[in-house]
């Protein structure tokens, strides 16, 4: 067990590792798609209002949680007295747990794709779909096999994370992100540049300032709601674990501030690089999101774009750089459960971590295509389903594990350590809370409303949000 509890260095550090946990790929391939389905910016307001009305206080009472207990999120509860509660910090590490297995492999793919607009662009023009397929194991024959190529990738990228976490929280977390944070915001503008200079593309920059009032309905609000939640690292362990590396002295309330404002930066300027680029390579009408979105779709968008290959390689870049700092997170706060609760080393605790992770997450991939590997779920709208097993593990991760963590963490603040706690833990530093009567609404009545929105929506309507 490491004698002294590691803190970061600085308060740059601290801002870029938790920006970096929250900017993930969410926020550059279904952040641009919503905004376009919502209407542009009348997308763009509804979001920014709910990140500073639920987001910011969200992310302040994780972060603050962390650094009053000084420790990782299963024993948080334990050390503030609320030991009983400790099944919220289990849910957050189960569900981290899952989410790596997965979330490793798609950085994996990314990775991959990195090398093939390098090296094999045509043969993506050619048939993006069949390429990607063909990648996941399924042949143009009808055929599958293991998905060797995905296999391969999943593996160096697991390397990257586990490279950088060996070497600590300072020497290794901070330090890369003060890298590849820089990074992903070079490579934001040099794509927002292109994209936008691109003829034609003026039409996609009007309609993301457009208010399209007519778009808005009762599904735009909970479309910005999932968005908002799902991409700040809320109910992941991550934000507990990163808060208990904060010094006392730390003004919470900006750093927090500070942090939303640049997760919520990246998605909007991901919106106006895909979006008019979209207007003005496919059209209007081929604006999507999700990972189908970013694999087989844009495609399209670097064929047609002049210097498409150099910039379908900057575009996956951009990419790799959101996964490998969200995914470092993810297992930075596995790893600092495992070595506080059973006293392992820190480099023995990775390579293992890492490489079981691996190996289960070798199983989503495989459920793609090549292997009919299933799962059970229910809900109400389909009753007893069995979807790929790739499906299940996002499944019960995003519509269950995430928003009950959240939640667990809003009602244990909210009533049980009391909205004071977290106050008085803010003000340490000798910042006021200016706001803090109306935080103690917030977390008390209106973040919970709005979790178990997301988690009724979820379970009864079969609809994942994020």
């Given at each position: 067990?490491?004698k002294k509890?590691?803190q970061?260095?600085s308060?740059l550090?601290f801002i870029?590792?938790?920006?970096?946990s929250?900017?993930?790929?969410?926020?550059?391939?279904?952040?641009?798609?919503?905004?376009?389905?919502?209407?542009g910016g009348?997308?763009l307001?509804i979001?920014?209002f709910?990140?500073v009305?639920?987001?910011?206080?969200l992310?302040?009472?994780?972060l603050?949680l962390?650094?009053a207990?000084?420790?990782?999120i299963v024993?948080t509860?334990?050390?503030?007295?609320y030991?009983?509660?400790?099944?919220?910090g289990?849910?957050g590490?189960i569900?981290?747990f899952i989410?790596?297995c997965?979330y490793s492999?798609?950085g994996?793919?990314?990775?991959?794709?990195?090398?093939?607009?390098?090296f094999e662009a045509?043969?993506?023009?050619?048939?993006?779909l069949g390429?990607?397929?063909?990648?996941?194991?399924?042949?143009?024959?009808?055929t599958t096999s293991?998905p060797?190529?995905a296999?391969f990738?999943?593996a160096?990228f697991?390397?990257?994370n586990?490279v950088?976490?060996i070497?600590?929280v300072?020497?290794?977390?901070?330090?890369f992100?003060?890298?590849?944070?820089?990074?992903l915001?070079?490579l934001?503008?040099i794509?927002?540049?292109?994209?936008?200079?691109?003829?034609?593309a003026?039409?996609?920059?009007?309609?993301?300032?457009?208010?399209d009032?007519?778009?808005?309905?009762?599904?735009?609000?909970?479309s910005?709601?999932?968005?908002?939640f799902?991409?700040?690292s809320i109910g992941m362990?991550i934000l507990?674990?990163?808060?208990?590396y904060l010094?006392?002295?730390?003004d919470?309330?900006?750093?927090?501030?500070?942090v939303?404002g640049?997760?919520?930066?990246?998605?909007?300027?991901?919106?106006?690089?895909?979006?008019p680029?979209?207007?003005?390579t496919l059209?209007s009408?081929?604006?999507?999101?999700?990972?189908g979105?970013a694999?087989?779709?844009l495609?399209?968008?670097?064929?047609?774009m002049?210097?498409?290959?150099?910039?379908?390689?900057?575009?996956?870049?951009?990419?790799?750089?959101?996964?490998?700092?969200?995914c470092?997170?993810?297992?930075?706060?596995?790893?600092?459960f495992?070595?506080?609760?059973?006293?392992?080393?820190?480099k023995r605790?990775?390579?293992?971590?890492?490489?079981?992770?691996?190996?289960?997450?070798?199983?989503?991939t495989?459920?793609?295509?090549?292997?009919?590997?299933?799962?059970?779920w229910?809900?109400g709208v389909?009753?007893?389903?069995?979807?790929?097993l790739c499906d299940?593990?996002?499944?019960?991760?995003?519509?269950?594990m995430?928003p009950?963590?959240?939640l667990?963490?809003c009602?244990f603040?909210?009533?049980?350590?009391?909205p004071?706690?977290?106050?008085a833990?803010?003000?340490?530093?000798?910042f006021r809370?200016?706001?803090a009567?109306a935080?103690?609404?917030?977390i008390r009545?209106?973040?919970?409303?709005?979790?178990l929105?997301i988690?009724?929506?979820?379970?009864?309507s079969?609809?994942?949000?994020?």
């Amino acid at each position: 067990m490491e004698k002294k509890r590691a803190q970061w260095s600085s308060k740059l550090g601290f801002i870029l590792a938790a920006a970096g946990s929250a900017i993930g790929l969410g926020n550059i391939w279904k952040f641009p798609g919503r905004a376009y389905e919502g209407g542009g910016g009348s997308f763009l307001l509804i979001y920014l209002f709910i990140v500073v009305l639920l987001g910011i206080p969200l992310m302040l009472t994780e972060l603050a949680l962390g650094r009053a207990s000084q420790t990782n999120i299963v024993n948080t509860f334990k050390k503030l007295g609320y030991k009983q509660h400790s099944w919220v910090g289990w849910i957050g590490v189960i569900g981290a747990f899952i989410i790596t297995c997965y979330y490793s492999h798609v950085g994996g793919w990314v990775l991959r794709y990195v090398f093939s607009y390098a090296f094999e662009a045509p043969a993506i023009y050619r048939d993006s779909l069949g390429y990607f397929y063909n990648m996941l194991g399924l042949h143009a024959d009808g055929t599958t096999s293991i998905p060797w190529t995905a296999l391969f990738f999943a593996a160096l990228f697991m390397l990257l994370n586990a490279v950088v976490i060996i070497r600590g929280v300072e020497g290794g977390i901070e330090k890369f992100n003060k890298f590849g944070m820089p990074a992903l915001f070079l490579l934001l503008i040099i794509l927002l540049v292109r994209s936008v200079t691109l003829p034609g593309a003026e039409a996609g920059v009007k309609y993301m300032l457009s208010l399209d009032l007519g778009k808005v309905t009762v599904n735009t609000f909970f479309s910005a709601l999932g968005q908002a939640f799902y991409s700040l690292s809320i109910g992941m362990a991550i934000l507990v674990t990163y808060g208990s590396y904060l010094s006392k002295s730390e003004d919470m309330i900006k750093n927090t501030a500070v942090v939303c404002g640049m997760d919520t930066l990246v998605a909007v300027l991901a919106g106006f690089i895909i979006v008019p680029a979209v207007f003005a390579t496919l059209g209007s009408g081929e604006v999507g999101k999700g990972g189908g979105f970013a694999f087989v779709s844009l495609a399209g968008v670097f064929a047609e774009m002049p210097g498409g290959r150099i910039f379908g390689v900057l575009f996956y870049l951009l990419l790799l750089f959101a996964a490998l700092t969200s995914c470092i997170s993810l297992i930075e706060s596995i790893v600092a459960f495992l070595t506080e609760e059973f006293g392992w080393t820190r480099k023995r605790t990775t390579i293992i971590l890492c490489l079981i992770l691996f190996l289960i997450g070798c199983l989503y991939t495989c459920s793609q295509a090549a292997i009919p590997l299933k799962g059970i779920w229910y809900d109400g709208v389909n009753g007893i389903t069995h979807p790929a097993l790739c499906d299940f593990m996002e499944y019960l991760t995003d519509r269950i594990m995430i928003p009950l963590c959240a939640l667990g963490c809003c009602i244990f603040v909210g009533w049980v350590w009391k909205p004071e706690s977290i106050i008085a833990e803010v003000e340490q530093s000798g910042f006021r809370f200016r706001l803090a009567k109306a935080y103690t609404v917030l977390i008390r009545f209106v973040a919970p409303a709005a979790i178990l929105a997301i988690l009724i929506l979820s379970i009864f309507s079969g609809v994942t949000l994020s």
